[in-house]
Each structure stands twice: as C-alpha cells, then as structure tokens.
C-alpha cells in the first residue's frame, strides 16, 4: 500500500486545487467567511485528477493526516491575507465499495472515511461547544487558557506559577469560564437508522450515532433519508471510572448528502390541482 509523507499530502492536495480550478472559489469562501466555510469536492474527481486509486483511498484510509493535510494546502494557497480563516475539505459521493451499513461495519473500519446510508431517526438541539476554554482563577484572577478536545471539559491542574498564576491546585483556586474570551462551535449529534428496504425479514434497525459540527448543523431532520460521509471514531465503553476494552462508535460526520425529504401525504382538492398547474 502507498505511503506518503505529510509534505507530499499537502503539496498534491495544492496541486489538485490549483489545476482544477478551486482557486477562486477558495477566495470567495475565505471573504464570506465564517459564514462560508466549506469547500466541497466529489471523491470521483480527485480519482480522475490522480489517474490511480492509490492517493484517493490513501486519503480515505488516512482521513485525519489528509484532511489536515488539505487544509494547510487551502491556508497556503490563500496567502497570509486570509490567516484567520480555516476552510473545510468536504469530500462527498464516495464509490460503492465505501458505503457500509451499518450492521456491517466492524474494527477495520474504525479511523476510516467512509459513507453510510440510512434515516435520520433523531437529531438534537444545536448547541455551542467549548474549543479553546479561557479559565479565570477566582483568587489571584489569573486567565488560562485549554484547548479542549475530550467530551467532558478539561480544567487547568492549577493556578499555573508559569503562566503568572498563584499556583494554587485546582480545587482551591476555583475556575471560573469566561464565555466572551472563549471560543465555541455549533454542535449537534445525530442518529442514524438503517433504513427499512435495507432489512431481511425480522432483522431490527440497527443504529449510529453522528457528530456534526460548524456550518454542517441543523440541515437535517428527522425522516430525512440521507448519506452520512465522515470518520468512524470509538471510545471505550465505560461504567462509573472503569472503561472497557469494547468500544462504542460513532460518526465524526464530514458531510452529509440528502437523498429526499419526507413529505406528508397531502390530499389535494380540485381547487388546489387547478392553482398548482
Ligand atoms: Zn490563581
């Protein structure tokens, strides 16, 4: 199988963008944004623009690194005039072969890019989350400031001395958040179901949980029948402070295709008929 080097990942990805035009797309996100922020790509023209499948099906079997990777392409082809802007790669409409139901998927799939196809049975509220969380010590007033990267917040250990704090443990020093120096992204999980023409006689729809995030949240309801693309991430499974060896999965939803909308069966009148036409 192929490797590649971070710099390779990034340069092919720059070239893709440049030859095949996204150039100016690029710029026209970056002056919308952050109301933009997306830039999508059909898995089928990075396979023409390669001519093998050897780089595509690495990038979907290494999504972390390549879309990491294509996202520094993106930074370095628009220049330090857009520094602050962080465009997402969203690769869309992958082959066959990477559409697994959802019964189906398994260990190997985990840390994949792949497509998954059902209903959307449940989608929550949108709501902000902490990324970057700005703590202020209630005793000496020192701020410290945590990236935030697991589910439950993470505080500072102490009142850091080195950071101009009072070295106080946590417990005593007494963090305070402060929302207007924090920063947040749009946040909502989503709950996929197999979808019914999919299941053998007495087989009951099974489930996956979605992470949606940004400017992906709150275009899907439920009933809608969609195609989830994303990584497959897991994390173990737990009970009061043990963890166990067996792993809950969910989506880190990367984009998200609508294949219809539910409609309700709407009886139309005569009268409707004729305005309609
Ligand atoms: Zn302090």
Not at 21 to 38: H, R
Not at 42 to 53: A, C, G, I, K, M
Not at 92 to 97: A, F, Q
Not at 225 to 243: A, C, E, F, H, M
């Amino acid at each position: 199988m192929a490797e590649y080097e971070e710099s390779e990942i990034k340069d092919r990805f720059k070239d893709f963008f440049e030859d095949e035009g996204y150039t100016p797309e690029l710029n026209k996100i970056a002056d919308n944004y952050p109301e933009e922020k997306s830039i999508y790509v059909d898995y089928n023209e990075l396979h023409l623009y390669f001519e093998d499948v050897d780089f595509p099906r690495y990038v979907l079997d290494n999504p972390t690194v390549s879309f990491d990777q294509a996202q520094r392409a993106i930074e370095d082809l628009l220049g330090p005039a857009h520094e602050d802007v962080e465009i997402h790669l969203r690769i869309e409409k992958l082959p066959e072969s990477r559409h697994t139901r959802i019964r189906d998927l398994r260990a190997s799939d985990l840390s994949k890019y792949i497509a998954v196809d059902g209903l959307v049975r449940k989608a929550t509220e949108v709501r902000p989350r902490i990324t970057q969380a700005v703590f202020q010590c209630s005793r000496c007033k020192t701020k410290i400031s945590q990236q935030q990267t697991s589910d439950k917040i993470e505080e500072p250990l102490e009142c850091y001395e080195n950071q101009g704090g009072c070295g106080k443990p946590a417990n005593k020093a007494n963090f305070k958040v402060l929302l207007d120096e924090s920063t947040f992204q749009n946040y909502q999980t989503l709950e996929i179901q197999e979808s019914p023409e999919g299941l053998r006689g007495g087989e009951q729809p099974q489930r996956l949980k979605g992470w949606v995030k940004e400017d992906l949240v709150g275009e899907v309801s439920p009933g809608d029948r969609i195609t989830v693309n994303g990584r497959l991430d897991g994390s173990p499974k737990q009970s009061g402070k043990s963890k166990y060896r067996t792993f809950n999965i969910f989506m880190r939803v990367n984009s998200i295709g609508i294949k219809e909308y539910e409609y309700e069966d709407v009886e139309l009148s005569e009268e409707d008929k004729r305005r309609i036409e």
